[in-house]
Every structure is written in C-alpha cells, then in structure tokens.
C-alpha cells in the first residue's frame, strides 16, 4: 500500500493528551451513576493535538471533491457549487434559527421558503412546490404516493402498476416497489426514445402512472414525450417526472406543460446544492393543481396580512422529513435561482449541453456511442475500444484516476454494454475539457499498446484497485488492528 497512512489507533500511547476544554459556563454537576458507561473506556485512543490534526489532515488530502477537480459522473450532475451561497446559508438568520421559534420569530426563512416554492413552480411549469422531502429518492418516493392517494381519493383502487422504462435509474422501480405497486418495464427504441408500440401494449386501465426521466439516463431528450403523455393519460394514468436530468432543460422546456403532473427537482444537483456524500440533500417536489391537496407539509403561504404562515394540504400524505426539509439546502438553491436569474439560468442549460456535445464529438471515434444523436447534457459512450482485447470499462475509469481525473459513471444505463456516462456539466472551462479528451484518448491508446496497464490501475492513487464485490460482501465496518494488518500485508504482497 503506497503512501501508507498510519491509523489514529496506532498513533496512540499511553499518557498522551491533547484536550484543552473551554472552562464550564453552568455548574458544575455529578451524572447519575447509571448514566455512566461502564465498559470499553480503554479503547480510546491516546494522542496529541498535533498528531490528530495531521492525521485527519493526511486523509483529508486523498478526498476527492467538486472543490479539486472535475468529476464527470452521469446522471449526477456533479458541478461546482459557488462559494456565495455557502456564504448566504451560514448567515446567522439562517444558520442558527430554530424550526421550533414559532412563525413569528421565523418571516425571513418562511419567506426565502415561500419564494422558493414559487421559483421552482415557475421553472417547471408546476401549481405547487413542496420543499419536504430530503433527497431525489425520496421525491420520487413521495410523488408515488401522491400519485396512489389521488386514486384511492376518487375511488380507483384498480390502479396498481407504474410504468418504467428500461433505461431509468433503479430507484424508479425501487420506489414503486415501495409503495406495493407492480412495476411494468417499458423497452427504449433504437433511438433511444420510449418504443410507442410497447408503451401502447402495456397501458391499462391498472396503470397508476408512468415515471420517466426526460432527457432520458442516455442523455437524449424523449422525441415523444407530448405523445406519450397523452397515451398515459388517455387510460387514467398520471406522468411522473424524475429530474435528475433536469440542468439540461433550465429556462428551455418546462414539464408542467409538457404532460408531466408531478416532479422532484434534485437541489443538490442541478441548483448546486452540495450532494453532502450521501446527505443532507433536498429532493423538492412540484405538482399540478389536482395533486397539491395531497402534497406532504409542511408547506408556506401568505396570508392575508402579508406575513408567511405553515399550513399543511387537507388531503396531505404526511411528512416525508423532520420540520421543514434540509432548510441550508433550501437557501443556497434560492441564492443560486436569485444571482443567475430567467437569463443566467437558461445559459447553465445551454452550455451543460454544448459541454457534452463537445465531449462527444471529440471522443466519438474511438468510443462508440450509444445511440448517434446529438446528446442533451452528458454522453453515454461504449468501452468497447478497437483492438483492444480483454479492456472493460472498470479499466479504463480506473486508469483515468492515474490522470487525475474521477471516473464517469459506468456500466449504467444498463441496457448499453459497458456504458461509459460523462457528464462534465456547465461548470467546466474548455481547457479542462480538452485534458479530459486527451486522457481518454491517451487511455485507448495505452488499452491496445500496453493493456495490462489499464488492468493494474490506478498505480498512483493512495489505494490501489480494490477487491470491489468482496468489500460489498465482506465490510469491514469498524476498525480492526488484526484485519486491517492482515489487508495491509496482502496488499503488500501483490
């Protein structure tokens, strides 16, 4: 293992200490005896300050962050997020209020929260906005139940199948799984647009609704999609919006409009919220007038005075997060809304997609797309290099760390074999771009030159190619002396 980074529980030594506690601002009190733990005490750790520090500081150095360099994953819309709106969501009014004040102590973030709902709904196309739900997920989670209220409302307790295309994202089927709906996958055409006959084929009278990405998770814009909202609609059935594609349509095409009911917009990626790996997100939801009665709440209005108020619709759902939603999330998409305005927020769109385009058209020869159409926002190439024998995918993502850059997403969508999905988004100047194209075209060269390469890479991160499906089988949760040496050897004899 290069660069071998010492373990803080190795560091450690009896008699060291590095705890400088500010003095107590309340009396000093006993806790209760039986509020004291009892056992495990020794495994702590001894250190000093300046050894704590270095180490987190060593390991904080082999992150990989948007704040470092470009991370081209598909489908994540991974962009730089601006240092303004770290600065406006760390504004003591914002930063220290308390959801339990009370919404007279509260106007100023009622009113952010308020405008924001009505900047997405415009954006969109969309009557209501509710900014609840903590993650794209678990929008998607909420609009299916929306979407299962709305019919049980109106007595339609037949609709029990949600259709999926076969290229969506997993957490399509998953989530309408969740809801104890019977998922129908829905094939793509050889353009890579929803197939119309199939569509036609498998919407019935059970159908709850239909949830589609669009532009879809090949980076193509659906050519139908007016059509296919008709289609749905036309047997009862409700057009569920997945927006994680939504940077590529901003101030360009509204779904609202275009047959959509129902959208989550992914504030962490598309209005530049941090992802936060793994959280907090925001997965805000919007909606037409006939689902708004049953949008989780809290949600914000303006009453008749001119002040802001919570309120919760009649035929709500019910929550879907504590208070009301990951609020920092909140103000830094209203600030990014707010500094790029109608204008500022059609060019992120417009040059996202000329990013990609450029990409594509740059690497095209030797990666072959998926589907040949001009893309919208990221482009999905192949991995399959000519006359290169025994190179997948995993070789060539693992082999672009070496050049300094984080892999795209691979193998996803899963219909395309050895997908590679690169989305560089808006955020990235030419000049990164052309490094970029010029490491995937030294990759391919070195995939027919030199192959086994690609096959030991990375060779220069600080970990080297890990043992991937037995660390999804065998983690290793918690720190352990004995395990951690035994890897360490192995690795060491590789």
């Known amino acids: 293992m290069d660069n071998y980074d010492p373990h803080i529980y190795e560091l450690s030594a009896p008699g060291k200490h590095g705890t400088n506690l500010p003095r107590l601002d309340v009396p000093e009190t006993e806790l209760p005896a039986n509020l004291l733990r009892q056992d495990g005490m020794n495994d702590f750790p001894e250190l000093t300050e300046p050894e704590v520090i270095r ?113 969506a994202h997993g957490t399509n089927p998953a989530t309408a799984a969740m809801v104890g709906l019977k998922v129908v996958e829905v094939k793509s055409d050889a353009r890579g647009n929803v197939d119309m006959d199939d569509l036609r084929a498998k919407v019935s009278s059970r159908t709850a609704g239909m949830m589609l990405t669009n532009p879809n998770t090949l980076g193509l814009f659906e050519e139908q999609i007016v059509e296919i909202s008709q289609i749905v609609h036309s047997v009862g059935g409700l057009m569920y919006g997945d927006g994680a594609n939504f940077n590529a349509i901003l101030g360009i095409a ?12 992914n504030l962490h990626k598309t209005f530049t919220t941090p992802h936060g790996g793994g959280g907090p997100g925001s997965g805000a939801v919007g909606c037409t007038a006939a689902l708004a009665p049953f949008l989780p709440g809290p949600r914000v209005r303006q009453n008749g005075a001119g002040t802001y108020e919570l309120f919760t619709p009649e035929q709500s759902i019910g929550r879907m997060k504590a208070f009301h939603g990951n609020f920092g999330m909140l103000v830094r998409a209203w600030t990014y809304i ?82 590679l999905m690169i989305e560089p988004t808006e955020t990235e100047s030419k000049r990164t771009l052309d490094i970029f194209i010029q490491a995937m075209r030294a990759i391919a060269h070195e995939a027919v030159e030199t192959p086994d390469l690609l096959h030991e890479a990375p060779t220069k991160a600080p970990v080297r190619r890990l043992d991937e499906v037995r660390a999804a089988r065998q983690p290793i949760l918690r720190y352990d002396a004995a395990a951690f040496a035994k890897l360490r050897a192995e690795a060491e004899g590789r």
């Open 254 to 265: 509204k779904p609202g409009k275009l047959g959509f009911d129902f959208m989550h917009y």
């Open 55 to 167: 180490h987190y500081t060593r390991i904080s150095r082999n992150n990989v962050g948007i704040d470092t360099g470009m991370i081209s994953l598909g489908s994540c819309t991974m962009k730089f997020n601006p240092k303004l709106h770290e600065e406006a969501a760390r504004y003591a009014g914002f930063a220290a209020a308390h959801p339990l004040q009370g919404d007279e102590l509260s106007q100023g973030a009622l009113q952010l929260m308020y405008e924001l709902q009505d900047y997405l709904g415009e954006i969109s196309g969309f009557d209501a906005v509710s900014l609840q739900p903590a993650a794209g997920a678990q929008g998607e989670f909420t609009g299916i139940l929306v979407f299962r209220a709305y019919h049980l409302s109106r007595g339609d307790e037949d609709r029990t199948e949600v259709l999926v295309p076969d290229a």
């Open 338 to 419: 707010r500094t790029l305005g109608e204008e500022g927020l059609r060019e992120v769109s417009e040059v996202a997609v000329l990013n990609a385009n450029y990409v594509r058209s740059h690497l095209k020869d030797i990666y072959p797309q998926a589907i040949d159409r001009i893309c919208m926002h990221e482009t999905v190439l192949r991995g399959q290099i000519p006359g290169a024998q025994g190179i997948r995918t995993l070789d060539i993502a693992k082999r672009l760390i070496d050049y300094g850059f984080h892999p795209p997403t691979v193998y996803f969508p899963l219909i395309v074999p050895e997908a």
